[in-house]
């Protein structure tokens, strides 16, 4: 266990369907990372938040939509959901706003659209 | 897009031996960090090397860095059979005060100890 926890750990859903995914940060992290990793693209960073502001962005699609709660877990919204979505999405967390002591990484959410 | 490219894509061996797994980058950066990855699973943090750091060693792992050749190698030695997994460089390129971080990823190497 990492101490990065994210829920669901899988989901199937339809296309033009809506989900959220979760992340709850390790204890004492402020920073949360989100990326995607497909068999086409590789990994790829989508959004980065930090104590609650969102702090650099990726290229993550106007579909998709994110945030930092005050507790500091975060949801990543994916809506109008299409089949090339498919994906693993892991949330990383770090202590501090720039990282130079790596990333912990949950164990992932692996989203199925069908 | 990706960041990083790593060589080879694939590397077979025996257990004991040592596995060598090379990364190069485009851009400037503030470090290079390598993670490993079980099938599917989430990502685990090995190692991390700063910009002005040439060589890091934790454990059977050894990281160098050449920043004029854009270029990383990971080096497992007395690999075991658990040492199966992909290996990740990324490189963090920093960024300004107000802004954050992020990791760019390369794309694996598949590593295969055979028992």
């Known amino acids: 266990d990492s101490g990065v926890t994210q829920t669901p750990k899988h989901l199937i859903t339809a296309t033009g369907q809506r989900v959220t995914l979760r992340c709850s940060p390790r204890s004492g992290d402020l920073s949360v990372y989100w990326y995607q990793q497909s068999l086409d693209q590789g990994l790829q960073f989508l959004i980065h938040y930090y104590n609650g502001e969102e702090r650099a962005k990726g290229n993550i699609l106007e579909r998709f939509s994110a945030q930092q709660f005050p507790d500091l877990h975060s949801e990543l919204n994916l809506s109008s959901l299409e089949l090339g979505d498919s994906a693993l999405y892991f949330c990383a967390s770090s202590r501090q706003r720039v990282n130079n002591y790596g990333y912990t990484f949950g164990s992932g959410t692996r989203l199925t659209v069908v | 897009s990706q960041q990083g490219e790593e060589d080879p894509q694939a590397l077979s061996i025996q257990e004991g031996e040592n596995a060598t797994m090379n990364c190069s980058y485009k851009?400037?950066?503030?470090?290079l960090q390598w993670y490993r990855q079980n099938s599917g699973r989430g990502l685990v943090h090995l190692i991390l090397?700063?910009?002005?750091?040439r060589e890091k060693h934790s454990g059977r792992l050894r990281v160098t860095l050449d920043t004029s050749k854009k270029s990383s190698s990971l080096l497992i030695t007395a690999s075991r059979a658990a040492d199966t997994a992909s290996y990740f460089c990324a490189t963090d390129a920093g960024g300004r005060e107000t802004s954050g971080s992020r990791l760019t990823f390369g794309e694996g190497t598949q590593l295969t100890v055979n028992p």
């Open positions: 090397i700063r910009s002005n750091e």
């Open positions: 851009t400037s950066i503030n470090n």
